[in-house]
């Protein structure tokens, strides 16, 4: 037995076959056929009956009836209306479930909280094509959410739980993390879905903060500067800064600035917390 050939994937062949459902590439459409790694989203997700769970892309309702079957309730949105009667069907003996045929960056997700009388906990294998503008939309709106699950492009993952000095310590580390706690639960292999992306996958876990890490006086900005610093790696953040076109700051205000805060004039982004960042940015821009 190949280690695809799980009982999920079987499963998913029939439900196609049965169906005669046509992938869309441009809907990100690779499902998940192993089982295991079912059961590691469930765990990451502590999910139990009390729970209220989002699921975006719930594809032909793999991971939503493992999701129902812990009691909790789920609306899944799916923004392909031919999954539409695959999921009703499959999952008309879940009281529980409730399928949305809709684009999830247009669903309500205040009211869908409001409806349930509590925070939501977000759990999907997000289709690739907008996995960051999903993530980012439901951390910078600060959006009723609890606990965020989700299946993404490894190497993104890797960029959003990165400490400074790693390789993959960024913007999307520090913007990411300002938001929310972040690691990786489970690195997944391309070989778990179909059909088999070009990319491995990771399952991320994201806890939003009850209170941010750093304080800033314009959260905006703060963001802009830290993709500044960024903007050029092996550079110092001097460089990065007093040539960046979205400041106007001098060689001279820049180092003056660094001195204040006691860092060193040749330092570079790649080396700075989130804590570091704030400091200077305050010593900058007040
Ligand atoms: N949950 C299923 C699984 O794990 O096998 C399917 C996951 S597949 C990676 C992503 C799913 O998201 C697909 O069913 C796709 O049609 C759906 N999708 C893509 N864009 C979407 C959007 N903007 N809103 C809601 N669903 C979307």
């Given at each position: 037995?190949?280690?695809?050939?799980?009982?999920?994937?079987?499963?998913?062949?029939?439900?196609?076959?049965?169906?005669?459902?046509?992938?869309?590439?441009?809907?990100?459409?690779?499902?998940?056929?192993?089982?295991?790694?079912?059961?590691?989203?469930?765990?990451?997700?502590?999910?139990?009956?009390?729970?209220?769970?989002?699921?975006?892309?719930?594809?032909?309702?793999?991971?939503?009836?493992?999701?129902?079957?812990?009691?909790?309730?789920?609306?899944?949105?799916?923004?392909?209306?031919?999954?539409?009667?695959?999921?009703?069907?499959?999952?008309?003996?879940?009281?529980?479930?409730?399928?949305?045929?809709?684009?999830?960056?247009?669903?309500?997700?205040?009211?869908?909280?409001?409806?349930?009388?509590?925070?939501?906990?977000?759990?999907?294998?997000?289709?690739y094509?907008?996995?960051?503008?999903?993530?980012?939309?439901?951390?910078?709106?600060?959006?009723?959410?609890?606990?965020?699950?989700?299946?993404i492009q490894?190497e993104v993952?890797?960029?959003?739980?990165?400490?400074?000095?790693?390789?993959?310590?960024?913007?999307?580390?520090?913007?990411?993390?300002?938001?929310?706690?972040?690691?990786?639960?489970?690195?997944?292999?391309?070989?778990?879905?179909?059909?088999?992306?070009?990319v491995?996958?990771?399952?991320?876990?994201?806890?939003?903060?009850?209170?941010?890490?750093?304080?800033?006086?314009?959260?905006?900005?703060?963001?802009?500067?830290?993709?500044?610093?960024?903007?050029?790696?092996?550079?110092?953040?001097?460089?990065?800064?007093?040539?960046?076109?979205?400041?106007?700051?001098?060689?001279?205000?820049?180092?003056?600035?660094?001195?204040?805060?006691?860092?060193?004039?040749?330092?570079?982004?790649?080396?700075?917390?989130?804590?570091?960042?704030?400091?200077?940015?305050?010593?900058?821009?007040?």
């Open positions: 037995m190949s280690f695809i050939e799980t009982t999920l994937y079987q499963k998913t062949k029939d439900i196609i076959n049965r169906y005669g459902f046509i992938f869309k590439k441009n809907f990100g459409q690779n499902f998940l056929v192993d089982d295991r790694v079912l059961d590691k989203i469930i765990r990451a997700g502590e999910i139990d009956a009390d729970d209220a769970v989002l699921e975006i892309g719930p594809g032909i309702g793999t991971l939503t009836e493992a999701l129902a079957m812990s009691g909790a309730r789920v609306t899944a949105v799916e923004i392909d209306r031919t999954l539409i009667p695959i999921l009703e069907n499959e999952l008309r003996g879940f009281k529980n479930v409730r399928i949305i045929n809709e684009d999830i960056l247009r669903t309500d997700v205040r009211g869908l909280s409001e409806e349930y009388g509590r925070p939501l906990k977000v759990i999907a294998n997000l289709p094509y907008i996995t960051t503008p999903i993530i980012m939309n439901l951390l910078e709106k600060e959006l009723p959410v609890e606990l965020i699950v989700v299946m490894k993952a890797m960029r959003m739980q990165a400490k400074p000095g790693s390789k993959d310590y960024g913007s999307l580390s520090i913007v990411t993390q300002y938001f929310a706690d972040a690691y990786v639960a489970a690195n997944v292999p391309r070989n778990c879905f179909m059909p088999r992306p070009n491995d996958s990771a399952l991320i876990r994201l806890k939003p903060h009850d209170v941010k890490p750093v304080e800033v006086s314009d959260r905006k900005m703060f963001f802009k500067f830290v993709k500044a610093a960024f903007s050029k790696r092996r550079k110092t953040l001097v460089n990065c800064i007093t040539t960046s076109p979205d400041f106007d700051i001098s060689k001279e205000k820049m180092t003056r600035a660094l001195t204040e805060v006691n860092m060193d004039e040749r330092v570079r982004g790649e080396s700075l917390s989130i804590e570091e960042f704030a400091l200077l940015f305050k010593s900058l821009f007040g």
